[in-house]
């Protein structure tokens, strides 16, 4: 069972995504379901898989990658835009070894860089990833980042 119960006993809808950025651009996926809907790459676990664990399953069913340098970014509570039931995503920033392309149930991938007019992106993308990415808020500054600016 993917899902859990919360105390008004909706379904919770367990997620594992990838925050993926090169060059300041994010990578989005979307599905051939809802293929005009951008998400973060991902799954929900299997039985007995870890969020990490199905990261890197999906991953490689859905793109043809694995995941480097994984490491834990954000937990987000937010309905699943294409489900319509409360999910919680556990996000990891990863990079990947190799060239990711759609297979699967994907339709298409793109890289995002915040600017407007870009794909349209699911709201637990658009609202919570993107400000903690410094995405789509303001210009992504060149070079590394420095603490505390």
Do not use: I
């Not at 300041?24 to 790459?41: D, N």
């Not at 954000?74 to 294409?82: M, P, Y």
């Not at 990891?92 to 407007?116: H, I, K, N, Q, S």
């Amino acid at each position: 069972m993917h899902h859990s119960e919360t105390a008004d006993s909706a379904p919770v809808l367990h997620v594992a995504a990838a925050a993926v950025v090169e060059d300041g651009r994010l990578l989005v996926v979307s599905k051939r379901a809802a293929p005009e809907v951008f998400y973060l790459p991902g799954g929900k676990p299997e039985p007995g898989e870890s969020a990490r664990e199905a990261l890197e399953r999906e991953l490689r069913e859905e793109l043809g990658v694995g995941p480097l340098e994984v490491t834990p970014f954000t937990e987000v509570h937010a309905e699943a835009a294409l489900e319509g039931v409360p999910m919680r995503m556990t996000v990891f920033r990863a990079r990947l070894d190799g060239r990711p392309e759609p297979a699967a149930e994907l339709a298409a991938l793109r890289w995002f860089d915040g600017a407007p007019g870009g794909p349209a992106l699911a709201p637990a993308v658009r609202d919570h990833v993107l400000p903690l990415l410094g995405l789509g808020t303001a210009p992504v500054p060149p070079g590394p980042a420095v603490p505390g600016n």
